[in-house]
T-cell receptor, first 111, second 114 residues
């Protein structure tokens, strides 16, 4: 039982490049989330998926797209990376009563 | 819209002293409230949560928090700080049963002085 896994752990991109961050959970949770963490800003919700086949925007969705591939997997895509997207990205899934399990994070740098 | 305010981006206490991390929230409906801890270069780990029932909740590592509706607060305490408590602490709120994600405070970095 690995919980929530994220790949890659680290990534460096040049401005304009694209990439997909992968997230998977093995806890059979319905809802999954993507957050970004920036110094002094806490975590901010990018997108979430309340159930397989549905996705919704969070607080900071611009520049991102998501895909809920199946119940286990929820990916985040940057189509044209910008330096403002340099951040640490966390994926999470909900256990019950809003309690979220977080992955270890992906540290992304956009040059 | 809900929001969370954590007073103090950095809090420093001596080992063995009381830890008090403050959190105030706003929410239009009865909230679910959480405290998470983040150690360097790691993900977030749940310390404790309040959903319904008893307003004083106990969590892991000796931490506890009290939900005070009249003060819209959910402060985190620990009677005696340990060096291993040094970390970043986040307060978070959710309504609608948590379905639409958590709103986080900006975090408080807890420093433990030997």
């Amino acid at each position: 039982n690995a919980g929530v896994t994220q790949t890659p752990k680290f990534q460096v991109l040049k401005t304009g490049q694209s990439m997909t961050l992968q997230c998977a959970q093995d806890m059979n949770h319905n809802s999954m989330y993507w957050y970004r963490q920036d110094p002094g800003m806490g975590l901010r919700l990018i997108y979430y998926s309340a159930s397989e086949g549905t996705t919704d925007k969070g607080e900071v969705p611009n520049g991102y797209n998501v895909s809920r591939l199946n119940k286990r997997e929820f990916s985040l895509r940057l189509e044209s990376a910008a330096p403002s997207q340099t951040s640490v990205y966390f994926c999470a899934s909900v256990y019950r009563e809003g309690e979220q399990f977080f992955g270890p994070g992906t540290r992304l740098t956009v040059l | 819209a809900q929001s969370v305010t954590q007073l103090g981006s950095h809090v420093s206490v001596s080992e063995g002293a009381l830890v008090l991390l403050r959190c105030n929230y706003s929410s239009s409906v009865p909230p679910y409230l959480f405290w998470y801890v983040q150690y360097p270069n790691q993900g977030l780990q749940l310390l404790l949560k309040y959903t319904t029932g008893a307003t004083l909740v106990k969590g892991i590592n000796g931490f506890e928090a009290e939900f005070k509706k009249s003060e819209t607060s959910f402060h985190l305490t620990k009677p005696s700080a340990h060096m291993s408590d040094a970390a970043e602490y986040f307060c978070a709120v959710s309504d609608l049963g948590g379905a639409d994600g958590l709103t986080f405070g900006k975090g408080t970095h807890l420093i433990i002085q030997p």
